[in-house]
Structure formats: C-alpha cells, structure tokens
C-alpha cells in the first residue's frame, strides 16, 4: 500500500485553515534570513522582555534555583498548591470574592491556558466576542476550538475602548462568550470602570461567560486604575488570566494561571471538561510554577519601570511622541501593556496590503514590525510597534520609519 513516500503530499488538518499567528509569521522568516545575512535588524515585533535587557527579579530566581531539587517530579494538575493560595491571595486583594484553590489552574503561559478554556466550552460553530483588534491568539484558538470568532470594534476616537454598541449589535443566540484584553495588547488602552460595567451588563442580559485576559495588569502608566473585570461580576462565571510573563519577565518560565469566579454551580459540567484538559497535559512546568508565590508576594519591581522616569516609562513615552511626529501617523498614548499601535493616514498612505508594507519596512529599513491585519484589525491602515527596546533604539527604529513612510507616502 502507500506509504509516506516522495510523491506522497502531508497536509495539514483542516483544524487549521482559519488559524493564523502573524507575529512569529512569514515576515519574521524574512527578517531571519537577513540577520544570517549579516543585517541588523531592530526588532520591534514581539513583547519578550529578556532580550532588550530586562532582568528577572532576583527573588524570582532564587526562588525557582531553591525549589529545583524537588521540581523534577509531576505536580498535581492544576499546579502546586502554594502557588494557587498566591494566586487566590492576590485576588482577594483585588476584589475577586468567592475564590479558592480549587478555582485556579496553572498553566505554561496564558497561551495553554487559552486553548484549554476555549477547547472546554466550544461546540462547533459556538461565537466568541473577541476584541479588534486583539492579540491574535485568542482569534487562532477560538477557530482551533471549532469556535467562531466574532470581532468587535475597539474605539480609536475614543481611546479604543471597546465599543458597547458593537458588542451589542454582534450577539446571536450562538454567543458563548466574551473575551475582554485589559490592560490591551495592542493598543495600550486600559479599560475604564464605566465601561467595564456596561461589560458586564451586557454579559450578564446574554449570559454570557467573560474570559478577561489581564496579563498585563501590573504594567500601567500615567498613574491609570486597572480594575479586574470579575470585581465587578461577582454573579457571572468569570474566568480571568494572568501570569509571570509580562508583569515579572519572565516570559520564557511559561508560568500563568486562570481563576474562575462567580456561580460555579450552574457550570459543573464545563469544570468537569477543563478538569479532564487540566489531566490530560498532566502538569504544567513545575520549575516555573515555584517562581509563582516568590513573584506575587514579593517586592514588585515592575511598579518602578513603569514610572516616567522608569525604563518601561520613558520607552512608551518616547515611541508614542515619535509616531505622533511623523506625517500623516497618529497613536492613542498607551495608558498600560507594552505596545503602541499607530494609525496611518490612508490619505497620505494608501496601502492596498499591510503584510507587504511590514516586509517591505524590513526590507529596505531593516525594522521589523507587525502589521495591523496580524490583529484582526480589519483595515491595512496600522501596525504595532513593542516598546521594549531601549529609548535611543526606538528613536533610530522609529525615524527609520519615517524615512520609509516618505517614500511612500502620496
Ligand atoms: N495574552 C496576551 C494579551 C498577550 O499579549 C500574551 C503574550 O504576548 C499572552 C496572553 C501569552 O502570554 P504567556 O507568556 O503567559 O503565554
């Protein structure tokens, strides 16, 4: 019979055909092949601290070293208990009743955490309220899942809030959830309270599960309030995200967790569906997991390089200024995360494809970035710059830009 031989094609499962992860896609290929050219490329594409320099919190090391010895084993499938009583500890404190360690599962990164939750609940064809533009895996995972992703619009004029009416207009009666990104990749948009609780008004009429994705909610600037989704929804299933990655950099430990809050009674049998998901990995990296209670109970270091006069601080300020300098370029200042999400001037800039605009920006600037579409953004009129690179470098990356945009520019 046949078997795998030279004329014999390996496709990819259909699973797959609306699945798309542009951040690591074909155009950091490209920039791949330059580097082994010799080129250098200043990255601004990805939200990875460690290489721009940010070190891991010594606490959090010692801590992880300390541990290692016994860490070689399996954990319980959820994840060691000290770190789910830190977890549960810092919910409490930020207003999320009714949770215990039972509530918590740890996970490697948000990222499986993601699939996890949305492979639980998803029959196929089952919608999903996803922000847009969002952090494109949530996109990617819903449709792995079987699911449907529905994108609703964030409000550039409005600081890209999230757009109520919108929300609103795009519920049908397959709706399961609502997918919340606060504080916001890639806008920088914190959420305000108003809006929140129009958020959960809106769930609640719907009954819909939110999954409020807050990785990023110890990374604020200008003094802005984030305030967890779940604190205001304690009569909602809430499942709420956050991890080590960005607060603590530690990206590479692949250590996050969920919390689920609210009625858990009348959601038994999708606990029981995620216990079985939660099984079937057998555990999450327990070496990561010991960094956990170090990080949340500890010195949190973060609050100072947020400050303007910190590294994270001074970065977001000078890359948001810069683009606002440039012609025909205009960006919402980012009130948290680790991103600026600029707007081109359709007039001055007419791009028909934001993908050959990325590659060509690398191509003929060496700067690498990722275009707006790779957001669900619906139009070939952005792209989103990381502010982690050290201040001069954004400077040189972001007037290369402008070089670039001249000679495009109508
Ligand atoms: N959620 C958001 C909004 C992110 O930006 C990221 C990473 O960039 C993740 C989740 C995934 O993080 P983790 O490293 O915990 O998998």
């Known amino acids: 019979g046949p078997g795998y031989g030279v004329s014999m094609q390996v496709t990819q499962s259909g699973k797959l055909t609306n699945v798309c992860y542009d951040i690591r896609g074909p155009v950091l290929k490209r920039a791949r092949q330059l580097e082994e050219a010799g080129h250098r490329i200043l990255k601004l594409h990805i939200g990875n601290p460690a290489p721009f320099g940010f070190e891991a919190p010594p606490e959090l090391l010692q801590d ?19 770190a789910r009583r830190a977890v549960v500890q810092r919910y409490q404190d930020q207003g999320i009743a009714g949770v215990d ?3 918590v599962y740890l996970g490697n990164g948000v990222s499986e955490l993601i699939v996890m939750t949305l492979q639980a609940l998803l029959n196929d064809g089952d919608q999903v309220l996803i922000p847009a533009p969002d952090y494109p895996l949530w996109t990617a995972a819903a449709s792995l899942c079987g699911g449907t992703p529905v994108h609703y619009l964030c409000d550039e004029q409005n600081g890209w809030q999230p757009s109520v009416e919108d929300i609103e207009a795009k519920i049908t009666e397959r709706t399961r959830a609502l997918v919340i990104i606060n504080p916001n990749n890639p806008t920088g ?25 807050e990785i990023y909610d110890r990374i604020l600037y200008d003094e802005a309030a984030h305030t967890s989704i779940a604190s205001l929804a304690p009569d ?8 080590l990655s960005k607060n603590y950099r530690v990206a590479g430990f692949r250590s996050g967790w969920v919390v689920l809050s609210g009625p858990k009674e009348h959601a038994e049998s999708y ?14 990296n327990v070496p990561g997991q010991h960094a956990i209670q170090a990080a949340l109970g500890g010195h949190q270091s973060i609050d100072e390089l947020v400050l303007p006069t910190g590294r994270l601080g001074e970065q977001r300020d000078r890359a948001a200024k810069l683009l ?24 001055m800039y007419p791009i028909v494809d ?34 982690l690179q050290y201040a001069d470098e954004l400077e040189e990356a972001i007037g290369r830009i402008g070089d670039f945009l001249e000679t495009i520019r109508r």
């Open 271 to 284: 606990i029981e569906g995620l216990d079985i998901l939660a099984n079937m990995r057998l555990c999450p």
């Open 236 to 243: 909602l299933l809430c499942l709420t995200f956050g991890g």
């Open 354 to 387: 934001d993908a050959r605009f990325a590659l060509d920006l690398l191509e003929q600037q060496n700067i690498l970035v990722v275009q707006g579409t790779g957001f669900n953004w619906p139009a070939h009129d952005h792209f989103r710059v990381v502010t």
């Open 101 to 103: 360690v039972e509530d």
């Open 64 to 82: 992880m070293i300390r541990n290692l010895p016994d860490a070689h084993g399996y954990s319980d499938s959820k994840g060691i208990l000290p």
């Open 189 to 213: 948009a914190v959420y305000s309270r108003p809006v929140l609780e129009r958020l959960v008004e809106v769930a609640r009429r719907h009954g819909l599960l939110i999954f409020a994705d």
């Open 324 to 347: 606002n300098d440039l012609p025909g370029v205009s960006c919402v200042r980012p009130q948290g995360a680790l991103y600026v999400f600029p707007r081109l001037d359709p007039q």
